[in-house]
């Protein structure tokens, strides 16, 4: 039965609807958030710490995007690096078996995730350098054309380009997921036609219900389903609601909505939290940060209005991301659909893509009411 609590004293008691035991379930589950620029932009330990104290076992942080500086993702790495050999509170992730041995041993597991591909410079070798860096996912563009394909924000919706292609099989070669977030239409359907392995949408919402031009279309919803991959429900709330503070009913809608369009088994989390949201940066900064993405076409107003931007009621930061199992329970989700949420799904398309198909699988005490 639902309650009006808060389970935990992290933080303080809201009106949240929220299921009685919820953070047992929580704390049983493989929980995988798909998309993290927040700790990237920051290299704030604290931030980091965020993502462990809300129960996350894999963090997919952003390790390239904007700015359009190659450089900058080696210094992003570097800091990662540090973290994790000095910290044993932190592993590296590069296929589930890192995955299951992270949730045995009650770790944060980090995988790197490239929101563009401007790193490889046009060199298609350098996937293997990535790959062996632990870069386990990569987009070909970040809202504007890249030199692979369009963005979403780009005012012509064209396809992929020839060394796009080449990318593509690349990154299935090097078993790299292929992600289509901020990414065009016709690119994004030309790049699911080009893959051999399933293509995620790390992180992106629906315009069938949020009217943003950042997120896509019920068609690509349906194209990345049927390909076998899935999308990441994002908390950014432009992308949400039309409310600069989403409710956490609001969120729910979302997941309702593309639950509905692509199937349970298609849908995950990735909630994109990063450093203009509310609280992280003093306000200066924050503007400052929206008025270079803006200046330089990495982000497009339509898309992205000015901030302040207050993430849903309940997880308006990443250490109390457990409220959103709670929520889940408390709307009628079983729990066997919010492990598939959380990190079912993501562990499907890592399995799939990641794994070696050779390699001892390392296992962990599944809950009863996960299915195997």
Same mark, same amino acid.
């Given at each position: 039965?639902?309650? &009006?609590?808060?389970? @935990? ?15 047992? !379930? ?13 700790? %990237? ?9 965020? #993502? ?11 390790? %390239? ?11 992003? !790495? ?27 041993e009650n770790k944060l597991?980090? #995988? ?22 632990? &870069? ?6 970040? @809202?504007?054309?890249?030199? /692979?394909? @369009?963005?979403?924000? +780009? ?11 080449? *990318? ?16 065009? $239409? ?12 399933? &293509? !995620?949408? %790390?992180?992106? @919402? ?10 896509? %279309?019920?068609?690509?919803?349906k194209a990345v389903a ?28 979302? !997941? ?28 200066? $900064? ?17 898309? /992205? ?5 207050? /993430?849903?009621?309940?997880? +308006?930061?990443?250490?109390? *991301? ?34 070696d198909p050779k390699a ?13």
């Open positions: 039965m639902p309650v &009006v609590a808060q389970e @935990n004293s992290k933080q303080p008691s809201t009106d949240l609807k929220l299921a009685d035991g919820f953070m047992e !379930v929580h704390e049983d589950l493989i929980v995988i958030d798909g998309c993290i620029p927040l700790v %990237s932009m920051t290299r704030d330990p604290e931030h980091l710490k965020w #993502f462990k104290d809300g129960g996350v076992t894999v963090a997919s942080v952003s390790i %390239s995007g904007p700015p359009k500086d190659p450089e900058l993702t080696t210094d992003i !790495v570097s800091w990662y690096a540090e973290q994790i050999q000095t910290n044993d509170d932190y592993v590296l992730i590069r296929n589930t078996g890192d995955i299951h041995k992270a949730k045995n597991g980090i #995988f790197y995730h490239c929101q563009s591909a401007i790193p490889l410079r046009e060199n298609l070798d350098r996937v293997w350098y990535y790959k062996a860096l632990g &870069v386990g996912m990569m987009q070909l563009a970040y @809202n504007a054309r890249s030199p /692979y394909a @369009n963005g979403i924000t +780009e005012r012509v919706d064209g396809g992929i380009s020839d060394l796009g292609i080449k *990318l593509v099989k690349a990154l299935n070669e090097a078993r790299i997921i292929v992600d289509v977030s901020h990414t065009g $239409e016709q690119s994004t359907l030309d790049i699911i036609e080009a893959s051999s392995e399933p &293509v !995620v949408l %790390s992180h992106g @919402n629906a315009r069938g219900l949020i009217d943003n031009p950042r997120n896509v %279309s019920d068609k690509v919803l049927e390909n076998g991959g899935l999308a990441g429900v994002v908390g950014y709330p432009p992308f949400v609601s039309k409310s600069s503070s989403p409710s956490m009913d609001d969120m729910l809608d979302m !997941v309702d909505y593309m639950v509905e369009v692509m199937g349970i088994d298609h849908v995950a989390f990735s909630l994109d939290y990063d450093a203009t949201m509310h609280g992280v940066l003093p306000d200066d $900064e924050v503007k400052a940060t929206y008025d270079f993405y803006v200046s330089t076409g990495t982000w497009d107003p339509k898309a /992205y209005p000015p901030p302040p931007y207050y /993430y849903p009621q309940g997880i +308006e930061r990443p250490n109390t *991301l457990y409220n959103l199992t709670g929520a889940l329970l408390a709307r009628g989700y079983s729990k066997e659909d919010v492990a598939k949420l959380w990190g079912g799904n993501w562990m499907r398309v890592m399995k799939q893509v990641w794994d001892e699988e390392v296992q962990y005490t599944v809950p009863a009411f996960i299915e195997q």
